[in-house]
T-cell receptor, first 112, second 111 residues
Framework: NAGVTQTPKFQVLKTGQSMTLQCAQD?????MYWYRQDPGMGLRLIYY???????DKGEVPNGYNVSRLNKREFSLRLESAAPSQTSVYFC???????????FGPGTRLLVL | ELKVEQNPLFLSMQEGKNYTIYCNYS?????LYWYRQDPGKSLESLFV?????AVKQEGRLMASLDTKARLSTLHITAAVHDLSATYFC???????????FGTGTSLTVIP
């Protein structure tokens, strides 16, 4: 039982490049989330998916897109990376409305 | 806009001492969560508080919730070095599926 997995663990991009962060969970959870963590700002919600086939914007969605590929997988795409998107990205999941979340190990992204 | 504020942001305490971390939030919520994050690691769930007056304890940590005051506390008893970490509180609204996090409290326990 791997829980929530994320790939890659680290990534360096140049401004303007694109990439997709992958997230998968094996706990049969309905809801999945993408957060970014910046120093002194806690975690901020980028997008979430309450169930397969649905996605909604969170607090800081600009510059990102998401895809809920199936119940297990929820990907985050940066179409044209900017230095302001340098951050640590966490994926999380939970199985019922407002139950506690389980977090992946994070992806550390540096945009030059 | 929902705001979640923690204080202090940084806390340095000696082993064996007691201290409290405070979490205030700006709108009605009946669920409050506490997480721990070690440096360079992910977040680990500590407590879920589901109703006014809820109190939960695990080892040297005790969390409580006062929904009327919109306040949760995380009390540390007789701190030990292993408790050094960053602690986050988070709330979810009565409706919707979003979680809102505080900025975190970085705790360092000094021998």
């Amino acid at each position: 039982n791997a829980g929530v997995t994320q790939t890659p663990k680290f990534q360096v991009l140049k401004t303007g490049q694109s990439m997709t962060l992958q997230c998968a969970q094996d706990m049969n959870h309905n809801s999945m989330y993408w957060y970014r963590q910046d120093p002194g700002m806690g975690l901020r919600l980028i997008y979430y998916s309450a169930s397969e086939g649905t996605t909604d914007k969170g607090e800081v969605p600009n510059g990102y897109n998401v895809s809920r590929l199936n119940k297990r997988e929820f990907s985050l795409r940066l179409e044209s990376a900017a230095p302001s998107q340098t951050s640590v990205y966490f994926c999380a999941s939970n199985d019922r409305l407002r139950e506690t979340q389980y977090f992946g190990p994070g992806t550390r992204l540096l945009v030059l | 806009e929902l705001k979640v504020e923690q204080n202090p942001l940084f806390l340095s305490m000696q082993e064996g001492k007691n201290y409290t971390i405070y979490c205030n939030y700006s709108t009605t919520s009946d669920r409050l969560y506490w997480y721990r994050q070690d440096p360079g690691k992910s977040l680990e769930s500590l407590f879920v508080l589901l109703s006014n007056g809820a109190v939960k304890q695990e080892g040297r940590l005790m969390a409580s919730l006062d929904t009327k005051a919109r306040l949760s506390t995380l009390h540390i008893t007789a701190a030990v070095h292993d408790l050094s970490a960053t602690y986050f509180c988070a709330v979810s609204l009565l409706t919707g599926n979003q979680f809102y996090f505080g900025t975190g409290t970085s705790l360092t326990v000094i021998p």
